[in-house]
């Protein structure tokens, strides 16, 4: 299971070697000067992630949208907001990205649409409406009204009285979200229809939100409370969410999801976004890898930065792979904190080197790749619905997704208006022109490591054997036929030793600390703090 993903008979499809690089579009580029990004700005950006390296960019929503949750609630799935610009825009963005080797991932939200699309305006106008059973419609109870204890995941109850009809509406997010009735056949032909809409357009895969939550239990029991909940954290984790999510059904679904992208040539990927256990996690390849490609491994996310830590989750997720299941890892997005803020600096650029040596697809958080920091968005600028709503308790989304910063210009090269969040108050020394410019930044050794996984088959495709190492050194190597490579990363912030394997010699192809590059090392090694390096072995 270790070699090639997809077995000696095919190649591998694309997205086993890709790099995939996440845009938010409302903070990527701005070019008709509203302060809001836009499609056009993202193909004026095409030279940057051509020369970046990265295969492929997933772009968050850029559909019709009265921006309840900026995109999240969808009121056309088949057509492109104006505030982001035109279907003839995302067409011309199709084929520049193409020309430019760059591969595009959509952003599918299936799981609910917006209060204002047309499928919810018809179902809640009367109960016998044809579409009334498209969404998830229920009954008061007696005793306090509300249908269960299910409880949204931005707070508050998950349901919505509508007193014109006298029931209510189940939402998993705002009540401007309502969920979809994935039980009905007519939603999921309707949905696959969308998915075509985009398929047919040239799209290269998609990237489906919340994927786990598509069907709920049929008998909508109430969820049991979470008994190590503590004060202080969101609501949603008052309750165990047993019933309303991970229900054994969905994996039907997500099979029918993906016999529609595999109808198309290309090695259309489906990505699916799921925060889960790892034993459930990997569920969702389906039982013959039948869901989706690549179930999102978030556990950098949420890890501890302790190296017996980290080695310990990789063994785990590497064992849990079902046979030909090809891993992924992330390590940033639009819904959680920045990884240099949470790690600093100096481990950001460990963090690169791990993302980028690891077993499996990686996916990059724009902006990360230079560092950027969650910035402070407080009072009149909050645009977070989640924050709103939940306060002060430190959920606030906006930190993470504040304007790309280009260059030193006034609005960072993002927009010449007021941008739609604050920038950074460090934008005119932590830019991409700033540090394209600079051999030691976070950005080129971004940049070389990038390239190093696609000249190394080793690093890409080959096998992840874990190296025995102490304190704060995670060590691995990597293997390609007789291609060996060692990965070594100082997770502290003090100088260790470390020793290779007995015999084993080599030099250093890509290093956090310049004066490491080229270096030949063998035996003890004394790592330097927030050190790493990855060394060849073998002949080349
Ligand atoms: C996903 C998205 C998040 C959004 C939520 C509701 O978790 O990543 O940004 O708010 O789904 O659609």
């Known amino acids: 299971m270790n070699d090639e993903a997809a077995g000696a008979d095919r190649p591998a499809p694309w997205w086993v070697r890709g790099i995939v690089y996440q845009i938010y579009p409302r903070s990527f580029q701005d070019t008709n000067g509203d302060g809001v990004g836009d499609l056009a700005g993202i193909i004026r950006r095409l030279p940057y992630l051509q020369w970046l390296g990265i295969d492929a960019i997933w772009i968050s929503p850029f559909y019709p949208s009265p921006m309840a949750d900026f995109g999240y609630d969808v009121a056309d799935y088949c057509d492109v907001d104006p505030i982001f610009g035109t279907l003839a825009d995302f067409d011309r963005l199709v084929a520049a990205a193409h020309e430019a080797g760059i591969r595009i991932i959509l952003d599918f939200v299936p799981n609910h649409t917006s209060n204002q699309h047309p499928w919810f305006l018809e179902s809640r106008s009367s109960r016998d409406n044809p579409k009334r059973d498209w969404y998830v419609w229920k009954d008061p109870r007696p005793d306090d009204g509300v249908p269960n204890n299910w409880i949204s995941n931005f707070g508050g109850s998950a349901w919505t009285f509508d007193a014109a009809t006298g029931q209510y509406y189940y939402h998993a997010f705002l009540k401007e979200q309502p969920d979809l009735n994935w039980r009905n056949p007519a939603v999921r032909a309707a949905m696959h229809d969308a998915l075509r809409f ?12 919340v994927i786990w939550h598509l069907i709920k239990d049929g008998e909508f ?15 949603i984790e008052r309750l165990l969410q047993v019933y309303s999510c991970d229900q054994p059904e969905i994996h039907q679904v997500i099979a029918e999801l993906r016999a529609v992208l595999d109808a198309y040539d290309g090695d259309r990927v489906l990505i699916g976004e799921i925060y889960l256990p790892l034993e459930r996690l990997v ?65 950001a650029k460990i963090a690169a080197m ?49 304007p790309m ?40 050794l971004y940049r070389r490591l990038i390239a190093l996984r ?40 003090h100088a260790m030793p470390f020793d290779l394997p007995p015999g084993l010699a080599g030099e250093v192809i890509a290093a956090t600390h310049g004066a490491r590059d080229g270096a030949r090392l063998t035996g003890r090694v004394e790592v330097a703090p927030d050190e790493g390096f990855v060394l060849r072995t073998a002949p080349h």
């Open 198 to 209: 985009w398929l047919d357009r040239g799209v290269d895969g998609f990237r489906v939100d």
């Open 221 to 235: 029991r109430d969820n049991p409370v979470n008994p190590g909940y503590e004060m202080g954290r969101a609501e």
């Open 283 to 347: 569920a969702y390849y389906g039982e013959n890898l039948e869901g989706a490609h690549l179930p999102f491994n978030f556990q950098l996310l949420q890890a501890a930065w302790d190296a017996r830590h980290i080695r310990a989750l990789i063994a785990e997720y590497e064992a849990a792979l079902p046979d030909g299941g090809w891993p992924n890892w992330v390590l940033g997005n639009h819904d959680r904190p920045r990884i240099a803020g949470r790690l600093g600096p100096a481990q």
């Open 354 to 402: 791990l993302l980028l040596t690891l077993r499996g697809t990686p996916t990059l958080y724009y902006g990360d790749e230079i560092g950027m920091e969650p910035v402070p968005v407080t009072g009149a600028d909050i645009r977070d619905p989640w924050e709103l709503n939940e306060p002060d308790l430190g959920l606030g989304r906006d930190p993470s997704r504040t």
């Open 405 to 444: 910063q280009w260059d030193r210009s006034p609005g960072a090269g993002f927009t010449e208006a007021k941008p739609w969040l604050p920038l950074a108050r460090d934008w005119q020394d932590r830019n991409v022109e700033v540090a394209m410019n600079d051999p030691d930044s976070l950005l080129s």
């Open 454 to 493: 696609r000249e190394e088959e080793a690093l890409s495709v080959g096998a992840y054997l874990e190296l025995a190492a102490e304190g704060d050194i995670l060590a691995y190597q990597r293997t390609y036929g007789d291609h060996v490579l060692v990965v070594v990363l100082n997770l502290g912030h």
